[in-house]
């Protein structure tokens, strides 16, 4: 059989980072399960105190960056699929990849905007 | 049985008009898992990010944030973002055990679905009872 090797195996990486990020979802969301559990609810002491903290913070933007990262995958594979003209899908995929890479910007705001 | 033994059939029909498609029960999973997410994208991540800003400005802003959420509008939004949520996670986690060969024949597939769109509207429940 002869194959047409496309890409530089894209696809696999894109399907593997999928599923890490998820699981960095899925532990971080746990995390604040617990953390809520623990309490017995999340009042603003907790709250701002949990985002004072250094690890915290560094847990959380990693969190955010899996989101966006995992956010992207998705969405990209939304347009791939329905969206068939090159230029609108071109044109999504690059909306797309400029909201995330600005929501990025807004979360490093916010988390290192609190530390104030 | 081999492809070669089996009996010609007559062309069936293929629905590919939304309305008239039977998706069976993993389908229904499948689809609501990109729904969620594409809500999640689109709604889900910004209010986030708005949430978590806002709230942690000051104790009064965090009360009147909280205070905005008794909003009957925005209770609802809030839980059908938290449905699509608790959907996509445990949807998700099913796909991933699916990735390492866990309960892939029919009937399992078939009983984790349910158990995911279950589980994922029970504790939707849940959490809106006690919001409300």
């Known amino acids: 059989m002869k194959r047409v090797v496309v890409g530089a195996h894209y696809g696999l ?69 329905y969206i068939k003209p090159t230029a609108l899908r071109l044109t999504l995929e690059v909306l797309t990849v400029l909201s995330l890479v600005g929501y990025a910007g807004w979360a490093v705001e916010i988390l290192w905007g609190a530390a104030k | 049985m081999p492809a070669l033994e089996r009996p010609v059939t007559r062309p069936r029909p293929v629905y590919l008009n939304l309305v008239r498609i039977r998706l069976p029960l993993p389908g229904i999973v499948s689809i609501l898992h990109r729904l969620s997410g594409a809500a999640l994208y689109l709604i889900g991540l910004p209010l986030l990010l708005f949430g978590v800003q806002r709230s942690l400005a000051s104790p009064e802003a ?34 991933l055990l ?21 589980v994922s509207l029970a504790l939707t429940l849940f959490v809106g009872v006690r919001l409300w």
């Open chain 2, 98 to 118: 699916l990735d390492v060969q866990q309960g892939i024949e029919l009937k399992p597939t078939r009983i984790s679905s349910i158990v995911v769109l279950f």
């Open chain 1, 13 to 81: 990486k894109d399907w593997l980072a999928q599923r890490v990020t998820a699981i960095v979802l899925v532990v971080y969301t746990l995390l604040w399960l617990a953390i809520a559990v623990d309490h017995g609810g999340i009042d603003y002491p907790l709250w701002r105190g949990l985002f004072a903290n250094g690890a915290f913070r560094v847990a959380t933007l990693l969190f955010w960056l899996a989101l966006l990262w995992h956010a992207w995958i998705g969405v990209r594979d939304i347009w791939m699929d």
């Open chain 2, 62 to 95: 965090f009360d009147s944030f909280r205070g905005a959420l008794s909003n009957p509008l925005a209770k609802i939004v809030l839980i059908g973002l938290v449905w699509a949520y608790l959907h996509h996670f445990f949807a998700g986690i099913r796909f």
